[in-house]
């Protein structure tokens, strides 16, 4: 999908959500988000793709997320979410779901995406695995885990999810294990995937628990992922304080 380009400014002013976070440069991607898992994706895609954008902290407060003005934007009050000045026809397009912006981003460019049409619906592939499987099923073992349901007495919620995790993690590692990227070429599956693993230390603290040295080729990958500079600069847009 080749996405034309129209080179006048838009009025994002028209946009509720520009009340609250105005834009300083109406001429950049505006990105509505936080650093989660889920917030860096897109900042990720972002700076590896070179496009310009403008960063809005919105928190997960529900005085943010809540706000009338961020439902605006995203009726399913989550992060992250972003408003393209330059979208499809010259038209401002708003857009929220990390996995819609990721493939919107890349269809914009025509990069990290792949080669050809094979190559995108494989990326695609990678990219839904982590949507549908890896985030929630993450998500929820960090609940049970780290958060509030580890108070919860009954191991079994702790239990099932870690055990999903474990399983996700050896399908992945089983991907990785004749390959650099989980696609083939670096692509949008790894800027899904790749945040996700680093939440299970940086988040959770949960290494050990999942027996995170089970799975070497995730390991590495992960490190891989980590020592790009423009990951580096997308894991702290928009910074925290």
């Known amino acids: 999908m080749n996405i034309q380009h129209n080179p006048a400014v838009a009025d994002l002013t028209t ?6 976070w105005p834009a ?3 001429d950049r991607i505006q ?9 860096v994706k897109i900042s990720i895609a972002l700076e590896e793709l070179g496009l310009p954008y403008e960063a809005h902290k919105v928190t997960l407060a529900d005085a943010d997320v809540k706000s009338p003005e961020f439902l ?3 009726p399913n009050n989550k992060i992250p979410a972003i408003i393209d000045p330059d979208g499809p026809d010259g038209v401002p397009l708003p857009l929220f779901e990390s996995g819609a912006i990721l493939l919107y981003l890349a269809d914009k460019t025509g990069k990290l995406i792949g080669k050809t049409a094979r190559d995108r619906q494989i990326v695609t592939q990678w990219l839904m695995f982590q949507m549908g499987g890896v985030g929630p099923m993450f998500g929820q073992f960090g609940y049970f885990y780290a958060y509030g349901g580890k108070a919860i007495e009954d191991a079994r919620p702790l239990e099932r999810y870690r055990n ?16 650099d990227w989980i696609a083939g070429d670096f692509s949008i599956a790894d800027i899904a995937i790749a945040p ?5 230390e940086t988040g959770y603290q949960a ?15 992960r490190e891989r992922f980590l020592a790009r500079p423009a990951v580096q600069r997308g894991l702290n847009m928009p910074p925290r304080d």
């Open 72 to 74: 605006s934007l995203n």
């Open 24 to 26: 300083k440069h109406p």
């Open 15 to 20: 946009f509720p959500i520009s009340t609250r």
């Open 196 to 200: 996700w693993l680093r939440s299970l």
């Open 207 to 221: 290494l050990d628990a999942i027996g995170w040295s089970d799975f070497p080729n995730v390991a590495a990958y």
């Open 164 to 179: 999903e995790v474990r399983r996700l993690l050896a399908v992945l590692d089983g991907q990785l294990s004749e390959r």
């Open 31 to 39: 990105l509505y988000s936080y650093p989660t898992p889920n917030g």
